[in-house]
């Protein structure tokens, strides 16, 4: 099965650039999305098909995936940006594969 | 404005089955594929289910196939999710989400519902 691998957590200052990395066989050989989870919130999309983002999603988040690695970027971070992010692809034998997330701590 | 309402969780015993429902509104169901998943207590995403726009195409996760049963009705604007032989690790906030794009490596989900709790437990 297909799986792709998140770093259960990244720290960031206020003002600085966040990079979230999620790891795949032939990642950017695929698509993937990202959604932001606040605690106690349900999942919003803020990335997908690696680079678009959504209407209402602030500018300072943005994607790429090349290689094995799907990367989300959060330039000038925020403390609401604060969250759990999780990036998805699509796989022909398991359908919808969620890394296992990554807890943004903005301090 | 879009939004999509589930209900229908609670505490159920082992064993037991619960039907829930996600409601819709702000659009038409009828033109988009759907989604239920799960996230278990302090635990990560899972997707457990899919239907597509007429229905005739229906995917689940290997962890609930033959005991989940997902459908939709597109006059009443809603999907629902049947779970029958429920076990405790089927504890978790179950979400309805809206897929977009053509089921495949375009997919993506744009709406999430604000989640139900589903609590298996005797």
């Known amino acids: 099965s297909y799986e792709l691998t998140q770093p259960p957590s990244v720290s960031v200052s206020p003002g600085q650039t966040a990079s979230i990395t999620c790891s795949g066989d032939k990642l950017g050989d695929r698509y993937a999305s990202w959604y932001q989870q606040k605690a106690g919130q349900s999942p919003v999309l803020v990335i997908y098909?690696?680079?678009k983002r959504p209407s209402g999603i602030p500018e300072r988040f943005s994607g790429s995936n090349s290689g094995n690695t799907a990367t989300l970027t959060i330039s000038g971070t925020q403390a609401m940006d604060e969250a759990d992010y999780y990036c998805q692809a699509w796989d022909s034998s398991t359908y919808v594969v969620f890394g296992g997330g990554t807890k943004l701590t903005v301090l | 404005e879009v939004q999509l309402v589930e209900s229908g969780g609670g505490l159920v015993q082992p064993g037991g089955s619960l039907r829930l429902s996600c409601a819709a509104s702000g659009f038409t169901i009828s033109g988009y594929s759907m989604n239920w998943f799960r996230q278990a207590p302090g635990k990560g995403l899972e997707w457990i289910s899919y239907?597509?726009?007429?229905?005739?195409?229906?995917y689940y996760a290997d962890s609930v196939k033959g005991r989940f049963t997902i459908s939709r009705d597109n006059a009443r604007n809603s999907l629902y999710l049947q779970m029958n032989s429920l076990r405790d690790e089927d504890t978790a906030v179950y979400y309805c989400?809206?897929?977009?794009?053509?089921?495949?490596?375009?997919?993506?989900?744009?709406?999430w519902g604000q989640g139900t709790l589903v609590t298996v437990s005797s």
């Open positions: 989400a809206r897929g977009r794009d053509d089921y495949g490596h375009r997919y993506y989900f744009d709406y």
């Open positions: 239907i597509g726009i007429s229905s005739s195409t229906i």
């Open positions: 098909q690696d680079t």
